[in-house]
């Protein structure tokens, strides 16, 4: 079964960095897109960054010129290096990934910008 895991999350002060990271497990298939969407309270999930098997990458104009996306192929791992983080950036972050020709999402990981 297709699993994907992710860490990274916690309490930052505004104005600090996280590194998210994404594993998928238990598939051999090729995975096309990774990305990371991500659902504040009483708001609908929104995109923030996907990057293509090409490294090819998409951004939020909320976040762009402060989060970075990036995969390791050989480990079917994406990363959301997230700097210069806001109170607005508070989120549940999910990553999601195209494994054949299914869509398949993580369980979330807190992120929190708060002093």
């Known amino acids: 079964q297709v699993q994907l895991v992710e860490s990274g999350g916690g309490l930052v002060q505004p104005g600090g960095s996280l590194r998210l990271s994404c594993a998928a497990s238990g598939t051999s298939l090729s995975i096309s897109v990774m990305g990371w969407y991500r659902q504040a309270p009483g708001k609908q999930r929104e995109l923030v960054a996907t990057i293509t098997s090409g490294g090819s990458t998409d951004y939020a104009d909320s976040v762009k010129g402060r989060f970075t996306i990036s995969r390791d192929n050989a480990k079917n791992t994406v990363f959301l290096e997230m700097n210069s983080l806001k109170p607005e950036d508070t989120a549940v972050y999910y990553c999601?990934?195209?494994?054949?020709?299914?869509?398949?999402w993580g369980q979330g990981t807190q992120v929190t910008v708060s002093s």
């Open positions: 999601t990934m195209i494994i054949g020709n299914r869509q398949v």
